[in-house]
């Protein structure tokens, strides 16, 4: 018998997908989300009693379909300006199942690039493809941002109405137009695969099913735009998915790199990662993704932390900071210089970069800040940057991590 737990896990699986393809199929964002809800209500309702179809995913965007359409139909009976779309979506009054006629495996690369349309505002781009990419809430990608929940809801909500007013294509652009919209498309697959990798919140360290995408993605990209910067991103997503198991123990509990079994690594992925990395170092231009790439290949060389090249990777992170300046990037060469050369210059550095005010409220900076605290002995300061960073993070796991170094701390008072 299908469980509640199943159409929840297909929904946490695949629900972005589903959504990609109705928004193709239905030409509308919001019709769109209203028809993926109402698709898995129908499953929720029918799969316990009739089984699961043999092709979940595709009975979903029919159903999702089929719903839209019927909403449709019942509104047209009273407006006469929607029968046009229903019309549309039904050519020739045929209703055909989704599964049989459409290929819907680049859809979320067309959602990606209708995100990253240049008509759309920067910060709304990002906004649109966390939302419906990634399926984060608005809180979510608020906490991500550092700004007021308000202003991503009015960033999304324009984005949609300048798309649906200037009918925006749902394509990937061909041409020219493809690398000019290139760099903001793998922003995008860089921060599904971020959001995957360290989730922002919730009960887990991490969500494969991100992880997986951004990387088929990436391969999808690379088989359509052969450039070196896709070929650096899909290398450094493959050497950071190569850790990904290591990263948490058997009840899930955060394991910092420092205490991972290397042999848990993906050695397949190591190896793809690094003939691509070597591929992308061999053309005249280094990419932002390509420097990360090398950052992440200092780590999987090496059999221990001891044994890790600080000094390159700290070399490696001036090399992305002159390219593109990020607090973020300056927050992990504190991290290297503090391995490379002690906490004292480490906290120096965070301080410096927190000092600019943009990291006040990332609670990785004080989680950061306090390590190097705890390192040099000052247990009082360092405890009260754990709590700071407590008060900030919302993954549980890492929720858990910092509340146990607070009582280590507290213990040895």
Not at 71 to 79: D, G, K, S, V, Y
Not at 281 to 287: K, S
Request: with cysteine; glycine share 6%.
């Amino acid at each position: 018998m299908i469980g509640e737990q199943v159409i929840e896990e297909l929904y946490r699986q695949h629900s972005r997908r589903v959504l990609a393809t109705l928004i193709r199929l239905l030409g509308d964002f919001d019709r769109a989300e209203e028809a993926l809800h109402d698709a898995f209500a129908a499953a929720a309702r029918t799969w316990p009693v009739d089984g699961m179809p043999n092709n979940p995913v595709a009975w979903l965007v029919s159903t999702g379909r089929f719903k839209a359409i019927d909403h449709l139909r019942r509104r047209a009976r009273f407006n006469a300006s929607l029968r046009h779309i229903e019309d549309g979506l039904y050519p020739g009054g045929t209703e055909t199942e989704i599964g049989d006629m459409e290929p819907i495996e680049d859809d979320m690369l067309r959602l990606i690039f209708i995100c990253c349309h240049p008509a759309l505002a920067a910060d709304a781009q990002m906004a649109m493809a966390l939302r419906e990419v990634c399926g984060l809430t608005t809180e979510e990608i608020a906490h991500a941002f550092l700004v007021p929940a308000p202003t991503v809801a009015q960033r999304i909500v324009r984005a949609k109405n300048r798309i649906r007013t200037e009918k925006i294509p749902y394509e990937v652009p061909v041409g020219a137009e493809l690398p000019e919209r290139l760099d903001r498309v793998l922003h995008v697959i860089y921060l599904v695969f971020n959001e995957g990798y360290s989730a922002s919140s919730g009960s887990a360290i991490v969500r494969s099913d991100l992880t997986a995408e951004a990387i088929r993605l990436a391969r999808l990209l690379a088989a359509l735009l052969p450039h070196p910067d896709v070929t650096g991103l899909l290398s450094l997503l493959l050497l950071q998915e190569s850790r990904r198991a290591a990263r948490q123990d058997g009840d899930g509990a955060l394991v910092l790199l420092a205490d991972q079994d290397r042999s848990c690594w993906d050695r397949s992925k190591i190896s793809e990662g690094l003939a691509l990395l070597a591929s992308a170092m061999r053309t005249p231009e280094i990419g932002i993704y390509t420097v990360q790439a090398a950052i992440a290949a200092e780590h999987a060389k090496t059999g221990s932390i001891e044994e890790t090249d600080w000094r390159r990777i700290a070399f490696y992170y001036d090399l992305l900071i002159s390219a593109h300046p990020s607090n973020i990037a300056e927050l992990n060469r504190a991290v290297a210089i503090a391995m490379a050369d002690g906490p004292e210059k480490g906290l120096a550095l965070v301080d410096a970069v927190m000092g600019k005010g943009e990291l006040s409220t990332y609670h990785l900076a004080h989680s950061a800040r306090a390590d190097f605290l705890r390192r040099l002995g000052r247990r009082a300061d360092a405890i009260a940057a754990y709590e700071t960073a407590l008060t900030l993070c919302r993954q549980e796991p890492e929720r858990a991590f910092l509340r146990k170094r607070i009582l280590e701390l507290t213990a040895s008072s």
